[in-house]
Structures are given as structure tokens and as C-alpha cells.
């Protein structure tokens, strides 16, 4: 009954915002996004298949997700409010298993009217690193970072709060953010990006994140899952974050009339402190198996994008997790994608994973459709 | 804790406040005047508002002559500029809509919101073509719904747009309000004298039909009497296939129509193919001013069109 509630309202949400045309509706857009995978696993160690059979954590059922789903079906609507302000909202529907989750993603209000800075209230992705922020018809891989899926779960870290971003007035583009939200537990975030242009053509951008727990919360907030590319059926909790740092750093360069371009995005993250109180928020996509929540951890990733013609990208992906003492990689993972975009509304998207958790080899290959409807959507940066 | 982060927002908000109420007012008559900073969409609105302001205006483009208007990237660097500018004027009709939001939205600068005074959409201020009259979507390509947006390549409509602009910087800038009435009024008698000059010299070069690439020059073959045979791009943002290709060279060959031009930017895979199956020559063509050398200016770019069809006709 739920579900069919579920689908009820977004489906009348869909015919609604599509099917009345006027000058002062908003901008609205649908996203598509739709996934086959196949994953394959090397023999596990006797310990780990025994381990690997347990489905359940804290009343959630997990599920191997090979096969067919809806990835995502996202509606965009984006409109000002009146002079002062613009309004944002996107409703998210999700297959979890065998059935769909309609899940608010954002909600929120900018300012336009001070100079240089912008108010920011509702419900919002924060600024963490070059990922946090994006939704996932925009993810550079069809899948985020490992570590964005270790420490804030399926949902990203998203919540309701406030922001207050101040562009300053320096020669080259830099822009800090300050960001407390509500989502498991009270969090603050500190963002600083700056940016400056090489060349016409070419771009190198510096991202700093400071995250904390401001305040833990005794009864954290429930979270619905779906897991995107999950190797195997086991899923452990994520990590109980005190401290986050995060250190981005993004070269770009594309030709004048965006026919060949090409990215190099690294990131480091590091993060410290352990929470007290248990966790009931599961991670997205990849089983983290075997890996317990550690007082602190460390991770770099990097991946490199080429645009090789019009239509043709060709990207690749390197990233390990290090324990606590930052000796051992616990986890690595090394991805590739061939996409094909056949026009800026629609894009197929070819994944290959090699994933190597403790001792362990899994594979995976995920075939993506990436469409959009609606209002034409400003391209990111 | 949260209470101190919450009291330091609530703070942060209140000199924000404060910040923007004095950075609107107005400066006394005693602080030394500062050049307004325009900023312009693309390069050809650059060139027209430049014709207005000569000196007195610092102007700048964000798209460079080379670049097709429709696709450019919303680079931080440009919102830093957007943040800056007094006046921000825009071709409109969807022509920068994939990324140009995306740099108001992020320029932090309540003067050029849409709406606000230090914007100018220059499409407001002439009559569209093709605009959609039934329910369009993507099937038919990348099509701009309120209509083809490449309207500055009609003189034309570059007069109505070169007055809208006039007036906005008088609004902006009365001090100086006689001087871009003044310009105005030069430009458009010379652009009218030109315009006169061109419709002959395109009647004398026989030329009645071409075909284009994309829908770039639908205004200026409006404005000088010229068919459009067809255009090679199968539909709006499509590259045309192979079957495509053969069609539009029959048609070329059953209406002897051997005027092929394209915008310098467009990848010119096809025009070999055109080369090699018929022997067609396609001209690339300046359509934004600064897209090839010789187009330094507004007048300079349309002639170079005039002249790509004069060049059709001597071949």
C-alpha cells in the first residue's frame, strides 16, 4: 500500500508539473536513471562467506541489487519566488529491492538580494569535497567515491539546515561556505573553493572541507537504502564521523566548442573521532565488507576524465582506504567507463569495477541509461 | 555549541544585511565617478554595446568570438566577472540558456538578477521567427522554444537591439545619456546605408538560395530575400547522418542551390563529405563578431557574410 501510495503521488506530481505549460511555472526537469549489473567475486576466505551470509543489520534486508532497476527517477523544479528569492526542489524515487522510496532530496531557498553573499535554507546537499553536492545524474561515475559512501550512507550528507556562502572579493574566484544541517546528528561544515583560470581553456581548482559533529543525537534518524553496486550482500555500518577533512584538487581543460575536454580530480580525505552512539543509517552502493567503523581513516581518490569526441568519454578511477594508522589499504578500488552521449539529454554509460577488500577480489560491470525531460538544465562546472 | 554557531550565522546574516543596504546606496555627488563595468553574453553584443558607449563604459564578453554561444561552460571565473557587473545584457531566447543561470544564479550580484534593472535581454525587443506554434519537445532536436534566437544577424533587428541597449545605459548612466543617443543615431543610419549596400549587392550576385548548417542565418535570409534550401544538421544540435547527407545533396542538385554556408565553429566532418559526393564547396562563415579575424566588428561581420555569398556565385 505504501508503495503504491508512493508511486500514486509521484506519478500525479509528474502529470501535474509536465502537462500545464505556462510562462510562470517553474523550470522542471525529470532524470531518468536506470542500471543492469553483474557482479563476480573471487573465492572469499571460509571466514568471510560465513559472514558475507548474514542479510540483516539493525532491521534493515539487504539484497544483491544484480540485475535490472530503477537507479533513480528525479523531479527537478527550480523557479524564483519573487526578487528576493529562488526556490529549489527535487523529489527523488528509488527502487529498494522490490519496491520504490519517494524521498525529498532538497528543498530550499537562496537569497538574491545581498551582494556577495547567499542565504541558504532547507533541505540541502552540503558542500564536502568535489562529491557531496552533486545528484547522481551528475556523479562523474555512475557510483560515489567509496569514502562519500562510508561516511554519509545513501542519502550523501544531506539535511535540513542553514548556509551562509560569501564570494570574496579576490582576484581569482573564491567562495567560503558555512553550512549547519540536521540529518543523523547535527553537523557543521566549513567550505572553501577557489578557482583559477590557467589558460582560456584550462582550470585548476582547490577545495578545502572542514566537517564536524556538533551534536549527537539519541535517536538518529532512519534511512531508506538502495545500493547501487553491490559486490556482495554484506553490508556493515558506516563510519561514526567525529571530524572530516577533506583536500580536493580539480585541473580541467576543454576546447573552446566543448568538443574535446579533459578532468583530473584528486581528494584526500581524512577523518577523526568516533561517535559514541550506534548508527542506524546504511551506506549506498558498495559493501564496505569486513570494515568496522575505526576512529579514524583516511582515503585518497583520484579519476581522470577524457572527452575524446563529441559524444565519446572515456574516464578512469583509482581509490583506497587506509586504516587508522594509515600503514594498510583496507579497501581499493579501480573503475572504468566508456560513455556515449548521444545529445546533452541522454547518455549511456559502461562501468568496470575491480574491487579488493582485505585479501579479497570482486568485479563488477553496471551499464547505465542517463535521460532527461523538461526544461533545458544550466550545465555544471 | 550549536546554540554559538547558530547566534554566529544569525550575526553573519545581519552585517550581510547591513553590507548590502550601504553597498545600495547611492555614492554623493562627491565620490569620483567609476566607469559602469557591462558585461555581455556574447561577443556581438559586446561589439553593438561598444558602438553606443565607445570609451566611456568599460565592456567585456563572456563568450569569445570563437565560441559557439550555445555551449559554453559556467566557469566560477566567469561568475566573479557576472559579480562585478553593473549590466548584464543578453541575447535571450534560450541562446544561453545551458549555462549562463547557472552564472547569475552565481554571481552573487543582486543588480543583474532577471528582472532587476542591470539586466537587458535584447530579444525582448524584436519579433522572433520560428516560434513553435504546437507542442514541440526534444524529438525535434534541441529546438529553442520561444523562437530562433540568432536574431542579430538581421541588421535590422540589431537596430532594435543596438536602441534597447541605448536606453538602458542612459537609464544606467544619465550623465552620459546624450552621448549614447547620439551614437545610437550614427550607428543606425550607418547600419541602415550598409544594409541598403548589401540587399543589392546580394541581388547583384544571383545568389536566391542557400544552405546552412544549422539555423543561424534564418534572420538574415529573411531580411535579404534568400530561400533556405535546407540545413545540412539533421535537426537542431543533431549531426546529420549519412542518409541526411545524401537527401540534402539531392536537393541541392534538383534546386541548383550550391550556397552552402556554416558558422566557423561547426565541426566540418560533413562538408568533406559534401566535397567528395558533389563537389560542393561550404563557406565558413563568421557568425558572432571575433569568430574569424577579419570580423572586428558588427558592420565587419556582415559583410563578411555578404561577401561568403558573393563568393558563391563567382565559383
Redesign the interface.
Given at each position: 500500500m505504501k508503495l503504491l501510495n508512493s508511486l500514486i503521488l509521484f506519478l500525479l506530481t509528474v502529470n501535474y508539473a509536465l502537462a500545464v505549460p505556462t510562462k510562470t511555472n517553474p523550470d522542471i526537469s525529470l532524470n531518468i536513471l536506470l542500471l543492469g549489473q553483474k557482479s563476480f567475486q573471487d573465492k572469499p576466505s571460509e571466514k568471510e562467506s560465513h559472514k558475507g551470509s548474514a542479510h540483516s543489520h539493525e532491521g534493515h534486508q539487504h539484497q544483491s541489487t544484480d540485475g535490472v532497476s530503477v537507479q533513480e527517477v528525479e523531479l527537478y523544479f527550480k523557479s524564483n519566488i519573487d526578487p528576493y528569492w529562488t526556490g529549489n526542489i527535487s523529489l527523488g524515487l528509488a527502487q529498494h529491492g522490490s519496491h520504490f522510496d519517494l524521498d525529498l532530496e532538497t528543498a530550499y531557498i537562496d537569497s538574491l538580494f545581498i551582494p556577495n553573499f547567499t542565504l541558504r535554507a532547507g533541505k540541502f546537499y552540503t558542500f564536502f569535497g568535489r562529491h557531496n553536492d552533486l545528484h547522481s545524474h551528475y556523479y562523474p561515475f555512475i557510483d560515489p567515491p567509496l569514502i562519500n559512501q562510508k561516511l554519509f550512507g545513501f542519502h550523501g550528507l544531506n539535511g535540513v539546515g542553514a548556509s551562509i556562502a560569501y564570494l570574496s572579493p579576490l582576484p581569482w574566484y573564491s567562495e567560503a561556505v558555512i553550512q549547519t544541517i540536521k540529518e543523523e546528528h547535527y553537523r557543521g561544515i566549513l567550505f572553501l573553493k577557489n578557482l583559477w583560470d590557467l589558460t582560456d581553456q584550462s582550470t585548476l581548482e582547490l577545495d578545502l572541507t572542514y566537517a564536524r559533529t556538533i551534536k549527537e543525537l539519541s535517536k538518529p534518524n532512519s534511512f531508506s537504502l538502495v545500493s547501487i553496486n553491490n559486490i556482495t550482500n554484506y553490508i556493515n555500518q558506516i563510519d561514526l564521523w567525529k571530524d572530516l577533512y577533506n583536500l580536493s584538487l580539480t585541473w580541467k581543460w576543454q576546447d573552446g566548442n566543448n568538443i574535446n575536454s579533459a578532468v583530473w580530480t584528486t581528494e584526500l580525505v581524512y577523518s577523526n573521532g568516533k561517535l559514541s552512539k550506534q548508527s542506524t543509517k546504511p551506506p549506498r552502493g558498495l559493501a564496505l565488507k569486513n570494515l568496522k567503523p575505526t576512529k579514524n581513516a583516511a582515503s585518497l581518490n583520484s579519476y581522470i576524465q577524457f572527452q575524446l569526441l563529441k559524444n565519446w568519454w572515456l574516464q578512469g578511477r583509482a581509490e583506497v582506504i587506509l586504516d587508522s594508522k594509515w600503514k594498510q589499504i583496507e579497501l581499493q578500488k579501480y573503475s572504468t567507463l566508456l560513455a556515449w552521449t548521444a545529445t546533452e539529454y541522454s547518455a549511456v554509460r559502461l562501468q568496470y569495477d575491480m574491487i579488493k577488500i582485505n585479501a579479497d577480489w570482486s568485479y563488477a560491470i553496471a551499464l547505465q541509461t542517463n535521460m532527461s525531460l523538461g526544461a533545458h538544465p544550466a550545465h555544471l562546472y | 555549541?550549536?546554540k554559538n554557531?547558530?547566534l554566529?550565522?544569525a550575526l553573519?546574516?545581519t552585517v550581510?544585511?547591513s553590507?548590502?543596504d550601504s553597498?545600495?546606496k547611492k555614492p554623493s555627488d562627491s565620490t569620483p565617478k567609476k566607469k559602469l563595468y557591462i558585461l555581455t553574453s556574447t561577443n556581438t553584443l559586446r561589439s553593438l554595446s561598444q558602438e553606443i558607449a565607445g570609451a566611456l563604459l568599460k565592456i567585456e564578453s563572456l563568450t569569445?568570438g570563437?565560441?559557439?554561444p550555445h555551449?559554453l561552460?559556467?566557469?566560477?571565473?566567469y561568475?566573479?566577472k557576472a559579480?562585478k557587473a553593473d549590466l548584464l545584457i543578453i541575447n535571450g531566447l534560450?541562446l544561453e540558456?545551458?549555462?549562463?543561470?547557472?552564472i547569475i544564479?552565481g554571481?552573487?550580484?543582486?543588480?543583474i538578477?532577471?528582472?532587476?534593472q542591470g539586466y537587458l535581454d535584447t530579444s525582448d525587443f524584436i519579433t522572433a521567427l520560428s516560434v513553435p506554434t504546437t507542442k514541440v519537445d526534444?524529438f525535434f532536436g534541441?529546438i529553442h522554444p520561444f523562437g530562433n534566437p540568432h536574431f542579430l544577424l538581421d541588421p535590422i533587428r540589431a537596430i532594435q537591439a543596438v536602441k534597447a541597449i541605448s536606453n538602458k545605459l542612459a537609464e544606467l548612466d544619465p550623465n552620459n545619456k546624450t552621448q549614447y543617443i547620439k551614437n545610437q543615431e550614427m550607428f543606425e543610419k550607418k547600419l541602415l546605408k550598409k544594409t541598403t549596400e548589401w540587399e543589392q549587392r546580394i541581388k547583384k550576385s544571383g545568389v536566391k538560395k542557400i544552405v546552412s548548417y544549422h539555423s543561424s542565418f534564418e534572420y538574415f535570409l529573411d531580411r535579404f530575400d534568400l530561400k533556405l534550401t535546407g540545413l545540412i544538421e539533421e535537426k537542431p544540435?543533431?549531426?546529420p547522418s549519412s542518409k541526411h547527407i545524401l537527401h540534402i545533396v539531392k536537393k541541392i542538385k534538383q534546386e541548383q542551390s550550391f550556397c552552402v554556408l556554416t558558422a566557423s565553429?561547426y565541426?566540418t566532418k560533413w562538408a568533406k563529405k559534401l566535397k567528395q559526393m558533389a563537389n560542393i564547396l561550404v563557406q565558413p562563415t563568421a557568425i558572432e563578431v571575433g569568430a574569424v579575424e577579419t570580423a572586428t566588428n558588427y558592420i565587419l561581420l556582415i559583410e563578411g557574410i555578404v561577401q561568403s555569398i558573393e563568393s558563391c556565385k563567382a565559383k
Amino acid at each position: 500500500m505504501k508503495l503504491l501510495n508512493s508511486l500514486i503521488l509521484f506519478l500525479l506530481t509528474v502529470n501535474y508539473a509536465l502537462a500545464v505549460p505556462t510562462k510562470t511555472n517553474p523550470d522542471i526537469s525529470l532524470n531518468i536513471l536506470l542500471l543492469g549489473q553483474k557482479s563476480f567475486q573471487d573465492k572469499p576466505s571460509e571466514k568471510e562467506s560465513h559472514k558475507g551470509s548474514a542479510h540483516s543489520h539493525e532491521g534493515h534486508q539487504h539484497q544483491s541489487t544484480d540485475g535490472v532497476s530503477v537507479q533513480e527517477v528525479e523531479l527537478y523544479f527550480k523557479s524564483n519566488i519573487d526578487p528576493y528569492w529562488t526556490g529549489n526542489i527535487s523529489l527523488g524515487l528509488a527502487q529498494h529491492g522490490s519496491h520504490f522510496d519517494l524521498d525529498l532530496e532538497t528543498a530550499y531557498i537562496d537569497s538574491l538580494f545581498i551582494p556577495n553573499f547567499t542565504l541558504r535554507a532547507g533541505k540541502f546537499y552540503t558542500f564536502f569535497g568535489r562529491h557531496n553536492d552533486l545528484h547522481s545524474h551528475y556523479y562523474p561515475f555512475i557510483d560515489p567515491p567509496l569514502i562519500n559512501q562510508k561516511l554519509f550512507g545513501f542519502h550523501g550528507l544531506n539535511g535540513v539546515g542553514a548556509s551562509i556562502a560569501y564570494l570574496s572579493p579576490l582576484p581569482w574566484y573564491s567562495e567560503a561556505v558555512i553550512q549547519t544541517i540536521k540529518e543523523e546528528h547535527y553537523r557543521g561544515i566549513l567550505f572553501l573553493k577557489n578557482l583559477w583560470d590557467l589558460t582560456d581553456q584550462s582550470t585548476l581548482e582547490l577545495d578545502l572541507t572542514y566537517a564536524r559533529t556538533i551534536k549527537e543525537l539519541s535517536k538518529p534518524n532512519s534511512f531508506s537504502l538502495v545500493s547501487i553496486n553491490n559486490i556482495t550482500n554484506y553490508i556493515n555500518q558506516i563510519d561514526l564521523w567525529k571530524d572530516l577533512y577533506n583536500l580536493s584538487l580539480t585541473w580541467k581543460w576543454q576546447d573552446g566548442n566543448n568538443i574535446n575536454s579533459a578532468v583530473w580530480t584528486t581528494e584526500l580525505v581524512y577523518s577523526n573521532g568516533k561517535l559514541s552512539k550506534q548508527s542506524t543509517k546504511p551506506p549506498r552502493g558498495l559493501a564496505l565488507k569486513n570494515l568496522k567503523p575505526t576512529k579514524n581513516a583516511a582515503s585518497l581518490n583520484s579519476y581522470i576524465q577524457f572527452q575524446l569526441l563529441k559524444n565519446w568519454w572515456l574516464q578512469g578511477r583509482a581509490e583506497v582506504i587506509l586504516d587508522s594508522k594509515w600503514k594498510q589499504i583496507e579497501l581499493q578500488k579501480y573503475s572504468t567507463l566508456l560513455a556515449w552521449t548521444a545529445t546533452e539529454y541522454s547518455a549511456v554509460r559502461l562501468q568496470y569495477d575491480m574491487i579488493k577488500i582485505n585479501a579479497d577480489w570482486s568485479y563488477a560491470i553496471a551499464l547505465q541509461t542517463n535521460m532527461s525531460l523538461g526544461a533545458h538544465p544550466a550545465h555544471l562546472y | 555549541m550549536l546554540k554559538n554557531i547558530l547566534l554566529s550565522l544569525a550575526l553573519l546574516v545581519t552585517v550581510a544585511v547591513s553590507y548590502s543596504d550601504s553597498h545600495s546606496k547611492k555614492p554623493s555627488d562627491s565620490t569620483p565617478k567609476k566607469k559602469l563595468y557591462i558585461l555581455t553574453s556574447t561577443n556581438t553584443l559586446r561589439s553593438l554595446s561598444q558602438e553606443i558607449a565607445g570609451a566611456l563604459l568599460k565592456i567585456e564578453s563572456l563568450t569569445k568570438g570563437k565560441q559557439d554561444p550555445h555551449y559554453l561552460s559556467a566557469k566560477p571565473s566567469y561568475m566573479l566577472k557576472a559579480n562585478k557587473a553593473d549590466l548584464l545584457i543578453i541575447n535571450g531566447l534560450d541562446l544561453e540558456v545551458g549555462w549562463l543561470p547557472n552564472i547569475i544564479a552565481g554571481s552573487k550580484n543582486p543588480k543583474i538578477q532577471k528582472g532587476k534593472q542591470g539586466y537587458l535581454d535584447t530579444s525582448d525587443f524584436i519579433t522572433a521567427l520560428s516560434v513553435p506554434t504546437t507542442k514541440v519537445d526534444r524529438f525535434f532536436g534541441d529546438i529553442h522554444p520561444f523562437g530562433n534566437p540568432h536574431f542579430l544577424l538581421d541588421p535590422i533587428r540589431a537596430i532594435q537591439a543596438v536602441k534597447a541597449i541605448s536606453n538602458k545605459l542612459a537609464e544606467l548612466d544619465p550623465n552620459n545619456k546624450t552621448q549614447y543617443i547620439k551614437n545610437q543615431e550614427m550607428f543606425e543610419k550607418k547600419l541602415l546605408k550598409k544594409t541598403t549596400e548589401w540587399e543589392q549587392r546580394i541581388k547583384k550576385s544571383g545568389v536566391k538560395k542557400i544552405v546552412s548548417y544549422h539555423s543561424s542565418f534564418e534572420y538574415f535570409l529573411d531580411r535579404f530575400d534568400l530561400k533556405l534550401t535546407g540545413l545540412i544538421e539533421e535537426k537542431p544540435g543533431i549531426p546529420p547522418s549519412s542518409k541526411h547527407i545524401l537527401h540534402i545533396v539531392k536537393k541541392i542538385k534538383q534546386e541548383q542551390s550550391f550556397c552552402v554556408l556554416t558558422a566557423s565553429w561547426y565541426q566540418t566532418k560533413w562538408a568533406k563529405k559534401l566535397k567528395q559526393m558533389a563537389n560542393i564547396l561550404v563557406q565558413p562563415t563568421a557568425i558572432e563578431v571575433g569568430a574569424v579575424e577579419t570580423a572586428t566588428n558588427y558592420i565587419l561581420l556582415i559583410e563578411g557574410i555578404v561577401q561568403s555569398i558573393e563568393s558563391c556565385k563567382a565559383k
